[in-house]
């Protein structure tokens, strides 16, 4: 519930609090870069519309259940509330650039009186790799470097065949409650983004402007989530590859064209499969963060998934995958923010206009710019051009973002 990486920063300062036994009087926050870029601009939920790694710290501290994880602060009373605004306004929060050199790195000192603890979590958003207090270690794990490349090589097994064959034969009494789970709670915050008037309103004003073909809903949809999500609505989201705008992404286009259209339930939650998995199989290879935009990843996965939900095989999925990342790879990620949504609404648009060259027999090939023969192929180089290609960007990304604090 809420931006996922404000959420993690949360989730980091109740637990230092918890290990500390107390709320502190002296705190010092390093973050990785990359963490900064995606907590600055973001509404920080049940905050009262703050922003910032300060704000997030103060609400872990104040209002967060530790056992809650990526729900910390799902629940915050208007005591709490007030509590967080009393904390930003009488403690000091020092917010410094992590050293470690993990893209994804949330480390947490805090002190009061004698007593002292640390928290890190590095690698994912609840991957806590350790805690102590008063300089005793109460938890180590493997380093974030070990466990990315562990989880990498897992991924690598993954095909775009593969998931395509398990969305035909999975026994969906496996994953129904799952998936149940993602139509509920992805459509409640899109209706709400649409009912609402959150950040720049892009769901609506696509509606507005371009009208309610189902196309154009699904992307209005997505966006509409986004705008709400990021703006600070405090309804839960289902995440996929740690990302709420990508869970958004990859699941309304795939909801509201089966709606439309009349399609079985069991259709919809087998095209949702596809959906999520070819953004979780995109993703894999370029890591949890970077300069790419994941929402072009959760597109290339909507149209994939509408794909299939209209009765496309492996090969018109591959096609469709293919042509999108075409027209969309390249879009940067500059952080948490109301454009998000705008973004989203594009990576769909991409992933369904890619699904309709395929529907009518057109497709760009191997050796067009970075794309290469067969769908593993390109999807290996769209990730090389993020992971790496793109590791200066991000750097000169942080630069320009930090320069308009």
């Given amino acids: 519930m809420g931006c ?49 790694v300060a704000a997030a710290v103060a609400a872990g501290f104040a209002a967060g259940k530790a056992e809650r994880k990526l729900e910390v602060i799902s629940e915050v009373s208007e005591t709490e509330r007030h509590a967080i605004a009393q904390f930003l306004k009488t403690q000091t929060i020092r917010v410094m650039k992590s050293d470690t050199g993990c893209v994804f790195d949330i480390g947490m000192h805090v002190k009061k009186g004698e ?52 969305a035909d034969t999975v026994d969906l009494a496996d994953v129904e409650e799952l998936l149940s789970r993602q139509i509920e709670y992805n459509t409640a915050i899109a209706q709400e983004g649409l009912k609402n008037d959150y950040g720049a309103r892009v769901g609506k004003i696509l509606l507005q402007a371009f009208g309610d073909d189902v196309h154009n809903l699904a992307k209005a949809t997505a966006a509409a989530g986004s705008d709400a999500r990021m703006n600070g609505c405090e309804l839960p989201v289902v995440i996929v590859s740690g990302s709420g705008n990508q869970g958004m992404t990859a699941s309304l286009p795939v909801i509201v064209y089966a709606k439309k259209y009349a399609i079985s339930r069991e259709r919809m939650l087998r095209a949702l499969i596809v959906s999520d998995l070819v953004t979780v199989h995109l993703k894999a290879g370029i890591g949890c963060l970077s300069a790419y935009c994941g929402a072009v990843s959760a597109g290339c996965g909507a149209g994939a998934g509408v794909c299939y939900l209209l009765g496309g095989g492996y090969e018109e999925i591959a096609h469709t995958i293919v042509n999108a990342l075409a027209i969309e790879s390249g879009v940067i990620c500059d952080g948490a923010k109301s454009s998000c949504a705008a973004k989203v609404a594009s990576a769909v648009e991409a992933g369904l206009v890619g699904m309709e060259m395929t529907k009518r027999g057109s497709e760009f090939r191997g050796g067009d710019g970075i794309l290469e023969k067969g769908v593993e192929n390109t999807i290996r180089n769209v ?23």
């Fill in 4 to 52: 996922t990486e404000p959420i993690a920063v949360a989730y980091a300062a109740a637990l230092a609090r918890d290990t500390l036994g107390n709320i502190p009087e002296e705190t010092e926050v390093a973050v990785s870069d990359s963490i900064l870029k995606n907590v600055k601009s973001v509404i920080v939920p049940n905050t009262g519309g703050m922003r910032g």
């Fill in 115 to 166: 007593d002292t603890a640390y928290v890190r979590i590095s690698g994912h958003h609840t991957n806590v790799v350790h805690i102590e207090k008063n300089g005793q270690v109460l938890f180590d794990k493997q380093t974030a470097q070990e466990e990315q490349g562990a989880n990498a090589a897992l991924k690598a097994e993954i095909s775009v065949r593969q998931i395509v064959e398990f």
């Fill in 383 to 405: 990730s090389d051009l993020a992971r790496n290609g793109m590791r200066e960007t991000n750097e000169e990304i942080i630069r320009l973002m930090i320069k308009t604090v």
